[in-house]
């Protein structure tokens, strides 16, 4: 460790680092300080696990945020982006840095905060997306990549590195990879233009043994040579392997197990020869107020009153969250775990035992290194331990050569895994982004890849193979309408800009038009029974089974019941049933049952899938029906709005594992964390007739809590739900009212933004008034009862516009209040489309109502003045802002044509 030099680091860091409580540097941030990555050095830091490699990226994200620069903090996983964004969150406040500092997350799962924020926490392939959509501003970026090892992986590399082209093609203002030791990080280096520092120490030093036919041999992390002793520990029975490991004062221990099943087992039977402990009982009882019941719970929580924990794909985020939690604490003894434990997500241990080097199960037999040293290096944390220890208990001959192998201090290369990528998913998204608009751009930007670099030393011949591929590549797209050629030039059409906003791979694009093509107006008009028909077409889709498919589904624990075949053939199919397909049959059923808001052991029982495992087979759904839907707005598909809102209800209903009705008051819940609140509880309640948010509202707290069990989850949940939501992040005001300045009318749409009741219509009209094309005729002056507030009319056409805000209780619109523009403006012209305009949001069951209705269009108010001020700015022409206002249904944003205000100038993107 090193005393940290203020002459070096400056005054403002080093109170800075005061404040968060850090007093020395370890070795690789030392080092990383004198090559001025605190002062705009770019660099990639390769270091190994748990030697401090964050707190570099941090120093330069303090720098940047000083200064004018944004930030940008790239990461692995979705965990990982949670728990950064809460320490930032935290660590970056007004009191440092003057002024308050905007921090937002952006993950498959979640995004929250302004979408202008200064600093934003986004996983690789989420910020990719908004790359594409021209949302980050490169240059003037300071970007931190977390895990940078990850351009290796073998699914996810390429998109790593597609995103790491475009960034390096556009330089942006300073770029930090971080990454675990690696054989080549000079050769990343060089690619990214970045300097190198490479450190191989560990400040907590790793001791690594092997126990075989009781002897020990025993490396330090890093060391070609060890020592070997007599051991006489039996390691054939791991619980009192462990247990000895305990009793000699090195806990907390992780056990790596191969599979989830082994996991609960080891613990399940571990922990019965445990006593109960008043911190276990505590985490039990936190397991019992903060989730809901699984069927890993009751294993969950009898273990944890024994300190025992086991982590798995199969728990549940809440499960993960109170468990997590306990690591941090080091409230357990010990926890068997397979490797979603995940990387670079800091939990204490002292000690990590491998009970297995080759696997039964896998697809990959062996333990890789990548594995070996991502769990290992969980072991021994900086300033609570002074060493860490990594066990390996080969159980044959074949296994302690492995094991020798991975002790051994040599490192992974990181190798290209670009070619493995969707090259039509790349070039299309590289069209969209305006990155290239010629078929010898789309060469610059292979050249410019790290498979390029990299290839080009090893294997030139392969360069040429590439080159074709994504002429190939090119030439598909422009067949199939994705992309124009005019006089050499490639364009987008809007199919392709929908396309590559979705995220999908073209060819799912492809059979999803011609789906909507041969069958759309079906869908369209019976749309409900055609839900499971859907989900079945998803599950089918080239996402999941393509050459190079984007996520997998999860293999079902044991045999697929008849039921379920059953289940999914009585739906109308879009795309024939493979009635061997075991996968897609047992994911069917597990999300038809999960959108109708089943429990989820009833679920797991029916068609084995876990309750882990359905949470992110919900997200993967939601995910691509959000793609879907996006692509359905595609302006030439000429797709009615209705099929879009039906497609990103559906999207909704499978994210959150409810009905409509139950909708409003989950995302509510969830969002103001109600304490085990979830779809389940909500069920409980729907079955009691107080499934919404007014009935929860009118029940008495004594019944609600018996209800939902427990009465502080039911006062939380009230509190939440009579909440004003007007208070809640909304994530565009600031853009609009910045892009408003470009005009001087800046105040004019904050005063939008703030109002209420009849200011609001008050200000939106004044605002409209702006645009001398668009005529307003105020209806409703105060004088005349029951006339809705005003006209809007361009041309031949005209609208009838209500204006809808509520505060509290409910803080949402509800159908009535949304239909009263019909009803108030029953002498009117049929021929004027009527317009509710809401905020902050209508309610769910009215955003249902909508989209089956054809007189009526319920829009939100951010989503409204993304469109004003679009015209208002130049963006748009009125007539397609009046047309798209004019369309039944709800308004959906994807389907508003003209620049974003969000989106940075195209000078400032290139
Ligand atoms: N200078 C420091 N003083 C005290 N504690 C520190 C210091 N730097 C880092 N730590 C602590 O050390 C632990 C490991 O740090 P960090 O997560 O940054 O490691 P890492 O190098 O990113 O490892 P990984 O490769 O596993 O992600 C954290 O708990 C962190 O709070
Ligand atoms: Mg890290």
Redesign the pocket.
């Known amino acids: 460790m090193f005393t940290i030099d203020e002459s070096i680091v400056g005054p403002e860091l080093a109170s800075w680092l005061k404040c968060w409580n850090?007093?020395?540097?370890?070795d690789v941030?030392q080092l990383a300080v004198n090559h001025g990555v605190h002062n705009g050095t770019s660099a990639i830091v390769c270091?190994p696990?748990?030697?401090?490699?964050?707190?570099v990226g941090e120093l330069a994200l303090a720098s940047a945020l000083k200064g004018d620069a944004d930030a940008l903090y790239l990461v692995s996983h979705k965990a990982l982006a949670e728990q950064k964004y809460a320490d930032f969150s935290r660590r970056f406040t007004s009191d440092q840095f003057g002024s308050h500092i905007s921090v937002a997350i952006s993950t498959g799962d979640r995004e929250d905060g302004d979408i202008r924020s200064r600093l934003l926490i986004s996983t690789y392939e989420k910020a990719l997306g908004l790359l594409l959509s021209g949302r980050l501003r490169v240059s003037q970026t300071v970007i931190i990549a977390d895990?940078l090892q990850l351009l290796g992986d073998k699914y996810r590399g390429a998109s790593v590195e597609t995103l790491c082209t475009l960034l390096r093609q556009r330089k942006p203002k300073q770029f930090v990879g971080?990454t675990?030791t690696a054989e080549n990080p000079d050769e990343v280096a060089d690619w990214m233009g970045c300097e190198v520092v490479h450190c191989a120490k560990r400040d907590v030093v790793l001791q690594q043994h092997i126990c075989y036919a009781g002897q020990r041999y025993t490396v330090e992390f890093g060391q070609d040579e060890g020592s070997t002793t007599v051991d006489p520990t039996p390691s054939s029975n791991l619980h009192s392997f462990v247990r000895s490991l305990i009793s000699r004062g090195q806990g907390p221990v992780l056990v790596f197990t191969e599979t989830r099943n082994e996991a609960r087992r080891y613990a399940d039977e571990y922990s019965k020869q445990c006593n109960r402990d008043q911190k276990g009982i505590a985490i039990s009882n936190q397991l019992e107020l903060f989730s809901e019941p699984t069927e890993s719970s009751q294993s969950l929580k009898s273990n944890a009153e024994r300190r025992v924990a086991f982590h798995s794909a199969d728990l549940t985020p809440d499960e993960r969250n109170v468990i997590e939690q306990g690591f941090d604490k080091s409230d357990f003894d010990v926890c068997f775990a397979t490797s979603t434990l995940s990387?670079?997500v800091?939990f204490p241990f002292r000690t990590v035992v491998f009970s297995k080097l080759f696997f039964t199960y896998r697809d990959d037999h062996k333990m890789s290194l990548g594995d070996y040293r991502n769990m290992s290096?969980r072991a021994g944390?900086?300033?609570l331990h002074p060493d860490g220890n990594a066990y390996l208990l080969p159980k044959n001959n074949a296994e302690l050569a492995h094991a020798n192998k991975l002790v051994a201090p040599a490192n992974e290369k990181i190798i290209s895994q670009l070619v493995s990528l969707s090259m039509r998913r790349t070039i299309l998204g590289l069209v969209a982004a305006g990155t290239v608009s010629t078929r010898k751009e789309v060469e610059t930007f292979f050249k410019n890849s790290f498979y390029w670099h990299q290839t080009q030393e090893h294997n030139p011949k392969l360069l040429e193979a590439i080159i074709k591929k994504a002429k190939d590549a090119a030439t598909w797209l422009i067949d199939r309408h994705y992309l124009a050629q005019e006089d050499g030039a490639i364009q987008i059409t809007s199919l392709g800009r929908a396309t590559a906003q979705s995220g999908l791979l073209p060819e799912t694009a492809g059979q999803f038009v011609d789906l909507l093509g041969n069958k759309g107006s079906q869908i369209n008009d019976a749309f409900d029974d055609h839900q499971i028909g859907i989900i079945h077409w998803i599950a089918s889709c080239p996402e999941f089974s393509s050459d190079t498919p984007t996520r997998f589904l999860p293999y079902p624990a044991g045999e697929v019941k008849a039921e379920s075949k059953l289940f999914i053939q009585q739906n109308n199919l879009l795309t024939p049933l493979d009635p061997n397909d075991s996968k897609v049959i047992a994911s069917v059923h597990a999300l038809g049952l999960f959108m109708a808001g089943e429990g989820e052991r009833k679920i797991q029982f029916v068609s084995r899938i876990s309750s882990g495992y359905i949470h992110r087979l919900a997200s993967d759904f939601a995910w691509i029906l959000d793609g879907l839907s996006c692509i359905s707005g595609a302006k030439e598909l000429a797709i009615p709005q209705s099929t879009t809102n039906h497609l990103r209800m559906l999207a909704r209903r499978i994210r959150w594992g409810v009905p409509v009705d139950g909708l409003d008051v989950l995302k509510i819940a969830t969002r103001s964390r109600v304490p085990g609140f979830g779809r389940q509880r909500l069920m409980a309640l729907t079955a009691n007739g107080v499934g919404t948010i007014m009935d929860i509202l009118k029940t008495p707290l004594d019944k609600l809590a018996k209800l939902i069990h427990g009465k502080e989850r039911a006062e939380s949940l009230i509190d939440a739900l009579g909440q004003n939501l007007n208070d809640a992040a909304v994530p565009y005001a600031a853009a609009h009212v910045q892009a408003a300045g470009e005009v001087g009318l800046a105040e004019q749409v904050e005063a939008c933004n703030q109002a209420i009741g009849t200011d609001y219509e008050d200000a939106i009209v004044e605002l409209l008034r702006q645009e001398l094309q668009l005529v307003v005729d105020v209806i409703d002056d105060g004088d005349r009862q029951n006339v809705p507030d005003f006209s809007l009319a361009l041309n031949e056409k005209s609208l009838i516009i209500e204006c809808k805000t509520v505060t509290k209780k409910p803080p949402l619109i509800d159908k009535r209040a949304a239909w009263e523009v019909v009803q108030k403006s029953a002498d009117f012209d049929k021929s004027m489309h009527r317009v509710t305009l809401g905020k902050p949001d209508f309610d769910e069951t009215s955003k249902k109502k909508a989209a089956a209705a054809t007189d009526i269009t319920l829009v939100r108010h951010e989503v409204f003045m993304e469109g004003l001020v679009r015209v208002l700015t130049g963006r748009l022409d009125a007539p397609s802002f009046i047309d798209w206002l004019a369309e039944p249904g709800v308004t959906e944003l994807d389907r508003l044509p003209g620049n974003p205000t969000f989106v940075a100038s195209s000078a400032s993107q290139k």
């Open positions: 850090i007093k020395e540097f370890t941030q270091a696990t748990s030697s401090g490699k964050t707190l895990e971080l675990a990387a670079g800091n290096g944390r900086l300033g």
